[in-house]
């Protein structure tokens, strides 16, 4: 996450802190003393933890939902598309993993109103690759298995990517995209 202002800075550190302990486990003095300053300084930046939290979930929810009416508005094939949610999914976890580990694991802790928009989010991207999934099937491009197990296998490796990524070394961004796509759309048994 590039830090550009002192809120980015302090939205950057509590993703980090999320991430390591939890968002309910963090409080505002362990992310002022990971900034090195008071906590009643934070204050001067951010409204509190939820705030915190609110930009980092919304801002991957946001980066996944532009992503998805990239892909669904493409005139591709549904395997092309498929193809393209998961180099967005790698793309997002290259560039933000602990906003995406945050996301993942604190969504919940969200207020009423965020919570519910970004469930509503969460429900429109998976119904738009549902849709891709039936098509493709429709087309002949996947074989005919049952969308939700499809659905699941796809998004539940993508999700947790995230922990895998930052455990092994920094695969190569590339080497990434060819090998997942090839391994989630082929399979690992050779025809």
Do not use: C
Not at 85 to 93: K, L, S, V
Not at 105 to 121: G, I, K, P, S
């Amino acid at each position: 996450m590039k830090v550009s202002t002192r809120k980015e800075e302090i939205i950057a550190v509590a993703s980090r802190l999320f991430k390591e302990k939890g968002y309910t486990a963090v409080t505002m003095r362990d992310i002022a003393y990971a900034m090195d300053m008071k906590a009643a300084s934070l204050y001067n930046h951010i409204s509190g933890k939820q705030e915190l939290l609110h930009s980092l979930v919304m801002r991957v929810a946001h980066a996944f939902t532009d992503g998805m009416e990239e892909v669904i508005h493409r005139t591709s094939s549904p395997l092309s598309k498929i193809t393209r949610i998961i180099e967005i999914h790698i793309d997002i976890t290259v560039a933000h993993p602990d906003a995406l580990a945050t996301m993942n694991n604190d969504w919940m802790h969200l207020e009423e109103e965020a919570l519910h928009r970004f469930v509503a989010m969460r429900d429109a991207y998976e119904q738009n690759f549902r849709k891709i999934l039936k098509e493709g099937m429709d087309k002949g491009e996947l074989e005919n298995r049952h969308p939700e197990v499809m659905l699941f296998s796809i998004l539940s490796t993508l999700r947790t990517l995230y922990l895998w990524y930052q455990k092994r070394g920094k695969v190569d961004e590339n080497v990434l995209k060819r090998d997942m796509t090839e391994v989630l759309l082929k399979g690992i048994v050779k025809r």
